[in-house]
């Protein structure tokens, strides 16, 4: 299993343009349409060059996003977990 690391939390219209492209791709897995105010997490997949993208308001609590890392064989590190808790 691979470890997920917070790269940081931003709103949309903030995002470094380097995760543009994975936002757009994730937005569009999701049939959503990106508002400048929308907060993104940025998520590093330790031993590969994948970025992982999560929409905060998608999400009610912790375990939605876990869930979500596992399908990817992915696994938040401990201190990832505790900043994302104090962003849902």
């Given amino acids: ?5 917070l790269v940081g ?6 995002l470094p343009d380097k995760y543009g492209p994975f936002a757009q791709h994730k937005a569009s ?3 959503r349409t990106i508002e400048d105010s929308d907060e ?6 330790a031993g590969t ?3 992982h993208v999560l929409f905060l308001d998608s999400y009610k609590n912790i375990k939605e996003i876990e ?10 590190n401990y201190n990832s977990k ?3 808790e104090g962003h849902l």
Wanted: glycine share 0%; net charge negative; charged share 35%.
């Fill in 1 to 5: 299993m691979f470890v997920a690391t």
């Fill in 82 to 84: 505790k900043i994302l």
């Fill in 29 to 31: 897995i999701e049939k």
């Fill in 40 to 45: 993104i997490a940025i998520l590093n997949i």
């Fill in 9 to 14: 939390v931003f709103r949309f219209k903030d």
């Fill in 49 to 51: 060059e994948s970025n």
């Fill in 67 to 76: 869930e979500e890392l596992k399908i990817v064989d992915a696994e938040l």
